[in-house]
């Protein structure tokens, strides 16, 4: 227990926390890159996986791209984008985006898919537009299985953005590395200490989010929706 | 008043869905379209408000081709009621009823207003307004896809097996309702059902159809009954069955109606037409 | 073409050991899974406690788990021990959870039918609930296999010799060709345990015909 010890005096020792390169400005870097993979997957994964739930056209293709990315090792994705683009955060956020993406997709098209047929033809049938459609019952509805897919891409991405600082100089993985060349243990802990505890908050949070969501489309059952997972 | 005009549905494959179908329902008029499942009714009804077009044939309500009117604004003018209410889940039973009028443009709270006035007139307790579907009993959800369809104030109102869904207590008692609701409203209601006594309860016109939308009978319930007009209406209606073959046997003075069976199903009110022997 | 030709021997090694490192924990997950599954879909009491453990070790990251295991257990950082331990621990988290939904998918009118036909509880779980629960079973261990072929090679940054030595080794040295044969095999050796998975599946359950993914 004394690595544990001495990993948590690296930790709550003021001086590792300030400045470039410190504890707080690498958690900041650590959020950041990983929110901004994220929303870019959002960005792509939302529309696309939601077009393919409602039109059922390209349902295939979540196929293969989720049980595909599944297989694909992330850290052969990282290394390879690293040679090919050189030092810099573009190979990472690549990498990232690449894996970030199928969960989020597949969470939006299984989300919509997920709708009731009846309710669909019912919204149609009164005389919604498409758009109406999709804004006002597809979403909504499909909500807690989209942010499932979300959360799934969110700790994947958080999780791998650790590995990114091997090809990169970026987050938490850094003192972890470090640690790690220099033979010293506490710091390498410690940083994976806090790595670990930043997914398990970022995992909280998103189940409240999620249950929350669980409630507005299932308002007299939640939050057992909020229980929805795509693996990835 | 709804025109089918030689309607024909063929899908991709070959499948012939509705073969050639014409008829026109008045309006103010209540008809039924009556069928096992695969005789093409509910496609019929989806071509008045064109969730399906059909291959070749016209629909016209009030002489208008359908296909000349934007499908949405179609959609909104006419009143849709569908087994099991087809609500939405995540909205509120006022909220479902409000959906079309705000869809239209209306202000959400105008809306919602009317909605609980016409939660009222399809008899449910207004104090339901803001719950969900789920936590509504199937009659009450079906009452409250009446009142949707009735949000907008349409002529006409389509229903698709609109009762099929609850029990047959609450069934008759919609039924009588929807009777009741119709005396005062008069709309153009067009609706499909399975079970023909439904078809008699309801129907100014009831039209028997076979396979491919054939019509084998139209007339009225009590035609129908009356004349079978071969043997696959016959078998339909369930002329001959035990049910439908009723005889009087008089006790006390009392002309008591019984079935086949002897079963007793009534009590036979001197008539004023008729007069008592 | 060339760089593999090379280094043919030094693959076939590596690709030993990432199987040394692989096979171990899908196999250790599924027998701690699946009593611990059954629990969760038959107890109440249990069920939140195991399925929100067993989720939250879930999120913890690969690498971050690499290093603290050590701390706990004493194992040294680049053992296979390290390594399988935390693979088992991953394995487990997501096996859980699937073994808890196998298990619920028994009809509850079946279970009945085996207690009334005389089964002893033991008999009822070895002959009709375990094998009810395969199919659905099956498609979260096929999930772990991938995973767990994929994760090991994480372990080649803290020194633990796999495929995933491939990547690390190409980067440093600048051979795209060793990354590229890293990335193939790991993908190969997850369709070939994959496989095997489905077809083990297809003879222990050959009321199934087919089996979803």
Known sequence: MNLVLDALAWLLDSANWDGRGGIGARILEHLGFSAAVVAAACAIGIPAGVAIGHSGRGRSLVIVLTSGARALPTLGLLTILGLALGIGLDAPFLALLVL?????????????????????????????????????VELPLAAPVLLGGVRSAALQVISTATLAAYVADTGLGRPLFEGLKTQRYDMMLGASLLVALLALVVELGFQLVQSAAARRAEPHRAPSGARERISA | MIEFDAVRKEYPGGTVAVAGFSLRVPSHSVVALVGSSGSGKTTLLRMVNRMVEPTSGAVRIDD????????????????????????????????????????????????????????????LDPALADRYPAQLSGGQQQRVGVARALAADPDILLMDEPFGAVDPIVREQLQAELRALQAELGKTILFVTHDVDEAFALADEVVVLRAGAEIAQRGTPTEILAAPADDFVAAFVGAGTARRTLRIRELDGRRVVVDGDDRPTGVLEADAREGAP | MTWLSQNLHIVWGLLADHLLLSVPPILLSLVISVPLGRLAAGSRRWRTPLLTGTGLLYAIPSLPLFIIIPAITGFALRSPATIITALTLYGCALLVRGAADAFASVPEDVRLAAEATGHSRWASFWRVELPLAGPVLLSSLRVVVVSTVSLVTVGAVIGTASLGTLFTDGFQRGIEASILTGIVLTVVVAVVLDALCVLAGRAAMPWRRTVSA
């Open chain 2, 64 to 123: 208008v081709d359908v296909r000349s009117l934007d499908p949405v604004g179609l959609r909104r003018s006419i009143g849709y009621v569908l087994q099991a209410g087809g609500l939405l889940p995540h909205r509120t039973v006022a909220d479902n009823v409000a959906t079309v009028p705000v869809l239209a443009g209306r202000s959400r709270r105008e809306a919602r207003a009317d909605a609980l006035g016409l939660l009222e007139r399809v008899g």
């Open chain 1, 100 to 136: 970030a993406l199928p969960p989020v997709l597949a969470g939006a098209y299984a989300g919509v898919e997920s709708v009731a047929r009846e309710t669909v033809g019912a919204s149609r049938a009164i005389g919604m537009t498409e758009w109406q459609l999709v804004r006002g």
